[in-house]
């Protein structure tokens, strides 16, 4: 599936729902996440369920849920272990592997890239301000340290740093009108 798609016949539309219910998804957690800095899972949970079952009755249980557990399985691989350190919340996780369910494998990564680069955008700006260049040196401190000795070096307390949805969205938004990575 490549960006958005002309709406006409009913495999179009059918195309195109995954990306509009991602779209609609977008919205409440965005508003959630720049508010109170959380994901709800009542968003996350139908998302993740709506997405697998959109799929098997779209391709049937063969294609259709293998094209969607994959795409669930990848995108909540690709922030665990962010995750895992205490560089995101567990709600990111559930967000990715949403997107993942109703995109596929190809797409959330394709989202992710898009996000990811729009994130390193956002955090060099942050660094280059001077304002967050203690928490990098903190972030570096505790990759290092969880992989010599599987712990972290500090609990994480700090609300400085922008929420992980916004350069997602953005990377989603990328995704929708211009496709994926040729």
Do not use: E
């Amino acid at each position: 599936m490549r960006g958005c798609v002309a709406v006409g016949t009913f495999s179009q539309i059918m195309v195109s729902l995954p990306l509009l219910v991602c779209g609609l998804i977008f919205l409440p957690v965005l508003y959630t996440d720049l508010r109170a800095r959380v994901i709800p899972n009542n968003i996350t949970i139908p998302a993740i369920l709506c997405g697998l079952f959109f799929h098997l009755c779209h391709s049937g249980l063969h294609q259709g849920s293998l094209f969607a557990v994959k795409g669930l399985v990848v995108g909540a691989a690709l922030v665990i272990i962010p995750f895992l350190l205490g560089g995101m919340g567990g709600g990111d996780v559930k967000l990715l592997a949403a997107l993942g369910a109703w995109l596929g494998a190809f797409g959330v990564l394709h989202v992710f890239f898009y996000g990811a680069t729009i994130g390193a955008l956002i955090a060099l700006a942050l660094v280059v301000t001077k304002k967050h260049r203690l928490r990098l040196r903190s972030v570096w401190n505790d990759i290092v340290s969880f992989i010599l000795t599987g712990k972290r070096l500090t609990v994480s307390g700090d609300k400085d740093v922008f929420p992980y949805t916004v350069p997602i969205a953005m990377g989603f938004l990328i995704y929708a009108v211009w496709g994926g990575i040729v």
